[in-house]
C-alpha cells in the first residue's frame, strides 16, 4: 500500500505556513503570495500559482498538498438549501449545509464527529462522538462550500452569494476551542477568504467557562442554544444543563457582553417542543433570565427527525410565544425551516445520508 505522505497546507497558521515555507529554504514573502493563491482563490494545483517561481511550485508539490475533503454525496433541496456528506483522510464523515436566501446565504460548518453533549432533541447527539475537526478540516468546510458555487477569487465585497457562516453543525464548537479559533482566524484573514468577524456567528450548547472566550480571543457573534427557560426542563432535554446549569451560562454571557461591547446582542436559539416548554409560563420565565444582556430570540419550530421523541409546537403556539416575548421588547422571530427534504434543518444532521 502506498501512503500519501505529504503534508496539508489548508489549516496552518501564516506563522505556521512562514515555518514550512523556510524548511523549504523560500523567503518570508512568499507565505502572502501562497496564502492568497491558497484562500483568495482557491487554487488547489501548485503549478497554477502563476506567481510563484517554478522551483518554488516544483518544491511544493514533492513535500505538500492543498486539499479539500471528498464529496462522499451532495443533495439540494426543493427549496435550494445543498448538504453535503464530507469525508476526511482517516474515513470519518461530517456534514454541512448552505441555506441560501435571495442574494446572500449561510455556510453551516460541523466542528466535531459526532457530539458528546447528547441533547435529546438532536439528530447529532444521538451519535456517538469520534474526535474532533482539525482547523484544516473545519476551514475546508466553506472551501467545499465555495468551489461548489464558483465564488473564487474571494468577492472583493458585497454582494457575496457565500455571505455569511454558522457553526451550528454537527458537534459542540466550545468542546473543540483551540480548533475552532485556529480556523476562524484563517477565514476572517483580509487576505484570504476575508470574512467579516460581524457575519460569523458561534452557537454553543452553554459551555459556560468559554463563553467570554468567544469575545476576547475570536471576536465573532455568539448564540446560545437556550431550548428552556429553567433548570428543570433544561436538565431534561440538554444533559449538560447538569454540569453548566442557566445560572451559570446566564453570567457567562453578561461577561461575554461586557467583553465584546454593549453593541454585541447575544442570540438565543428556542426551539418549540409541544407541552414541554412551550407555555406562557415559560415565556415570562425567558423574560426574567434574560434581562438586560442585550439579547434577541430565534423561536425554532422542531425538525421532527426519524425516531425522534418530540413534536414541534403548533403555530399559533409558536405565534403567541413570539408575540409575549415582543410585547417585553425583544426581538423574538420564527425561523422558517429550510432543506427539510433532505434533513438539513436545524438539529437534523448527521454524518450518514439518511435520505
Ligand atoms: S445540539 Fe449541538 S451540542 Fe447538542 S447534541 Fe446536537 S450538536 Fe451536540
Redesign the pocket.
Given at each position: 500500500m502506498v501512503l500519501n505522505a505529504k503534508k496539508d497546507l489548508i489549516g496552518l497558521s501564516r506563522e505556521e505556513l512562514r515555518e514550512e515555507l523556510s524548511s523549504l529554504g523560500e523567503k518570508p514573502f512568499r507565505v502572502k503570495q501562497l496564502w492568497q493563491w491558497i484562500y483568495n482563490k482557491g487554487e488547489t494545483d501548485f503549478a497554477k500559482m502563476s506567481s510563484l517561481p517554478a522551483a518554488t511550485r516544483d518544491k511544493l508539490s514533492e513535500g505538500y498538498q492543498v486539499s479539500r475533503p471528498q464529496i462522499v454525496k451532495e443533495q439540494t433541496s426543493v427549496d435550494r438549501t445543498r448538504k453535503w456528506l464530507l469525508g476526511f483522510a482517516d474515513g470519518e464523515k461530517v456534514e454541512s449545509v448552505y441555506i441560501p436566501e435571495e442574494d446572500r446565504g449561510a455556510v453551516c460548518i460541523?466542528t466535531?464527529v459526532?457530539?458528546?453533549?447528547?441533547?435529546k432533541?438532536?439528530?447529532?447527539?444521538?451519535q456517538k462522538f469520534m474526535r474532533n475537526l482539525s482547523a484544516g478540516e473545519i476551514v475546508s468546510q466553506f472551501m467545499v462550500a465555495r468551489d461548489s458555487y464558483g465564488e473564487w477569487p474571494t468577492p472583493a465585497g458585497e454582494p457575496r452569494y457565500l455571505s455569511n457562516i454558522v457553526l451550528?453543525?454537527?458537534?459542540?464548537p466550545l468542546?473543540n476551542f483551540a480548533n475552532v479559533s485556529k480556523a476562524l482566524k484563517i477565514i476572517m484573514d483580509e487576505e484570504g477568504i476575508c470574512m467579516s468577524r460581524r457575519r460569523i456567528t458561534l452557537?454553543?450548547?452553554g459551555i459556560a467557562p468559554k463563553i467570554p472566550q468567544v469575545a476576547s480571543e475570536i471576536g465573532v457573534k455568539l448564540a446560545i442554544?437556550l431550548h428552556a427557560s429553567n433548570n428543570e426542563v433544561r436538565n431534561q432535554i440538554?444533559p449538560?444543563n447538569r454540569k453548566y446549569p442557566l445560572e451559570e451560562v446566564i453570567s457567562a454571557c453578561r461577561e461575554f457582553r461586557r467583553l465584546a461591547g454593549p453593541r454585541q446582542h447575544i442570540t438565543f436559539e428556542y426551539l418549540m417542543l409541544d407541552g414541554i416548554n412551550d407555555k406562557d409560563s415559560h415565556a415570562k420565565e425567558l423574560i426574567s433570565l434574560v434581562a438586560g444582556i442585550g439579547a434577541k430570540f430565534n423561536l425554532i419550530p422542531f425538525n421532527e427527525w426519524p425516531g425522534c421523541p418530540y413534536k414541534s409546537s403548533p403555530p399559533e403556539r409558536v405565534k403567541h410565544f413570539s408575540s409575549i416575548l415582543q410585547k417585553a421588547g425583544f426581538a423574538a422571530p420564527v425561523r422558517v425551516a429550510r432543506g427539510q427534504d433532505i434533513l438539513a434543518a436545524c438539529?437534523q444532521?448527521k454524518s450518514k445520508f439518511s435520505v
Open positions: 460541523s466535531q459526532g457530539c458528546a453533549v447528547g441533547c432533541f438532536c439528530h447529532t447527539g444521538s451550528m453543525g454537527m458537534g459542540e468542546l452557537s454553543t450548547a442554544s440538554m449538560i438539529g444532521l
